[in-house]
C-alpha cells in the first residue's frame, strides 16, 4: 500500500507474510462445550473469546492478546482450533509452543502464540494490538493524530481478503522467452476469510486488458488437504511483449465470487492490501 498508493504507518511485508502448514490440535468449540461455557446462543454474537500470552511485554503493552466473536468459534465448520503440533511435529518454540491458537482465514494476529489464557467475556480484548492496530481505518484518517478518532468506532480486522501472488518471475528479473514467446508464471492464492476455496486465477500481461486463466495446481503437499482454508498454487504460460519495464498482473476468485480489484483503498495501517498480484520491471528478451 506504501508502494502503490502512499505512506502507511507500518512496516513492509510485501509478499512474504504467509505461511500455509498442517495443524493438529482441539477445535476450541469443543474445549468450551466441555468448558460448560453459559452463553445463551442469541448472545454469541456479542459475546468475544480472548486469548493472551503474558510470557512477555510487548512494544505497545504489557503482554500480547487478541480476541474473535464467540459465534466464529462456536461454528464447528469455523477450524479454530487449540494447536499442538505443525506438519506432524510438535509445536517448536518459535511457532508457539507448547500451544497456539489458529484461526483459519482470519488475520494472524489473532492466532495468539504461547498462549496463557482463553477467557469468554462480554467484549473484546483489551490488548493494544486488538484495539489500535489491525483495522482498517477510514481514509480520512490520514496520521495518528486523526487515527484517535477511529480506533473506537471501527471493528478490528478479522477475516482476510482474497489475494494473490506471482511468485515467478521475480520483479526486476531477466526473462528469456522460449520459441513461442511464452514464459511459465507462477504462484499463489489466498481466499476470503471462509469463503475458500480458490476457483480461479487469471493472468493478465497487457495491463488487465485480457486475462487467461491459470492452471490450478495439485500438488502432493495439499493433496486431500481442506483447501477451505489452504492457500492454492497455480501456473500459467504467458505470452509477453519483449522489452523493458514489462508487467505482468494476477487476480484470483473464490468460491463466493469475491476477485481481486485493482487497488484497495488506502488505510493508514496499510493492512488488508489485496490490489492485483504483480510481477514489475522486467526485463523481456
Known amino acids: 500500500m506504501r508502494t502503490k498508493l502512499k505512506e502507511v504507518s507500518g ?4 509478499d512474504g507474510a504467509v505461511m500455509n502448514c498442517s495443524w493438529t490440535g482441539p477445535l476450541l468449540h469443543d474445549v468450551l462445550t466441555s468448558a460448560s461455557i453459559k452463553i445463551p446462543e442469541s448472545s454469541y454474537a456479542t459475546t468475544h473469546v480472548a486469548f493472551a500470552c503474558l510470557q ?3 512494544q505497545e503493552d ?6 474473535v466473536p464467540l459465534s466464529r468459534v462456536m461454528d464447528t465448520e ?3 482450533i487449540l494447536a499442538l503440533q505443525m506438519n506432524g511435529k510438535p ?9 497456539r491458537v489458529v484461526t483459519p482465514g482470519i488475520a494472524g494476529a489473532r492466532s495468539v502464540k504461547w498462549l496463557d489464557r482463553v477467557t469468554v467475556q462480554t467484549c473484546e480484548s483489551e490488548n493494544f494490538y486488538q484495539r489500535h492496530d489491525y483495522k482498517v481505518l477510514p481514509p480520512e484518517a490520514t496520521c495518528k493524530e486523526e487515527a484517535e478518532k477511529w480506533w473506537d468506532r471501527v471493528s478490528a480486522l478479522q477475516d482476510m481478503p482474497i489475494n494473490s501472488v506471482i511468485a515467478i518471475p521475480a520483479s526486476s528479473s531477466t526473462i528469456h522467452l522460449d520459441e513461442n514467446g511464452t514464459t511459465e508464471v507462477k504462484g499463489y492464492a489466498l481466499p476470503s476469510g471462509s469463503d475458500g476455496p480458490i476457483t480461479k486465477v487469471e493472468i493478465s500481461a497487457d495491463e488487465g486488458a485480457t486475462w487467461q486463466l491459470a492452471e490450478l495446481v495439485k500438488d502432493q503437499a495439499t493433496e486431500g488437504a481442506e483447501l477451505k482454508w489452504a492457500w492454492c498454487l497455480w501456473r500459467a504460460r504467458v505470452r509477453i511483449e519483449k522489452g523493458l519495464e514489462r508487467r505482468v498482473l494476477s487476480r484470483a476468485t473464490d468460491r463466493s465470487g469475491n476477485t481481486q480489484a485493482k487497488c484497495p483503498v488506502w488505510n493508514l495501517r496499510g493492512v488488508a492490501y489485496n ?5 514489475n520491471e522486467l526485463n523481456v528478451v
Open 11 to 14: 512496516i513492509d511485508w510485501f
Open 56 to 58: 512477555t511485554p510487548t
Open 62 to 67: 504489557e503482554w500480547y492478546g487478541a480476541s
Open 78 to 80: 469455523s477450524g479454530i
Open 91 to 99: 509445536l517448536s518454540p518459535n511457532h508457539g509452543a507448547p500451544v
Open 275 to 279: 490490489g492485483y498480484g504483480e510481477a
